[in-house]
């Protein structure tokens, strides 16, 4: 376990809520982040990351040492924007035009000089992207975000998703797949 986590959790479950705050301040902002990739919106986040403490909070009773904490809030996260985004899809909710609403992955990057004409194809390739995001499955969108953005192991996305290694590699294949097929024609523009 991380530092402090096994004891935290040990203490936690003895009825330790200063514990748990612990917890849930070293384990927020990782939490958000992948929340916030996952579902586009930063409302849904914050509410994934509640919602997770929470569902944890409810079974840490359950909680197997032989995991690390981390791994283990994480895959409840990974659930609940899961869950959101199914609920979202069932109350029939469209995206906005741009896709994953706020969520600018390209244009959150700075530009040392930016032109007129950059800063257009850096829109362009971010609204192209966030519609490519928005065009995956959950999954794909999941385990392509863990892989990509939060830099995590083939094995840890499996473990988080409850699938099999070579099912986590499969859904990462066919996100970047399609996203490369989406993002293919900007490229053909910017030669």
């Avoid at 849904?44 to 990351?49: C, F, I, N, P, T």
């Avoid at 609204?127 to 928005?134: D, K, L, S, Y």
């Amino acid at each position: 376990m991380e530092p402090n986590d096994g004891d935290a959790v040990r203490r936690a479950v003895a009825g330790d809520t200063d514990a748990y705050r612990a917890l849930v301040e070293r384990h927020s902002r990782p939490l958000f982040r992948l929340a916030y990739r996952m579902t586009g919106n930063e409302q849904d986040a914050e509410d994934v990351v509640q919602e997770s403490f929470l569902r944890a909070w409810r079974r840490l009773d359950e909680f197997e040492s032989r995991a690390t904490f981390g791994t283990w809030i994480y895959r409840i996260a990974a659930n609940c924007a899961l869950d959101t985004l199914r609920a979202r899809q069932r109350q029939g909710e469209r995206q906005e035009e741009s896709g994953l609403a706020g969520a600018d992955f390209l244009l959150s990057v700075p530009s040392a000089d930016p032109q007129p004409d950059r800063i257009a194809q850096s829109a362009q390739t971010a609204r192209r992207m966030n519609e490519a995001m928005a065009g995956l499955s959950d999954t794909e969108r999941a385990a392509f975000v863990m892989r990509h953005f939060e830099e995590r192991s083939i094995e840890e996305i499996g473990r988080t998703l409850g699938v099999k290694e070579n099912a986590a590699k499969q859904s990462i294949f066919r996100a970047v797949r399609k996203l490369r097929r989406a993002l293919e024609p900007l490229a053909s523009t910017t030669r």
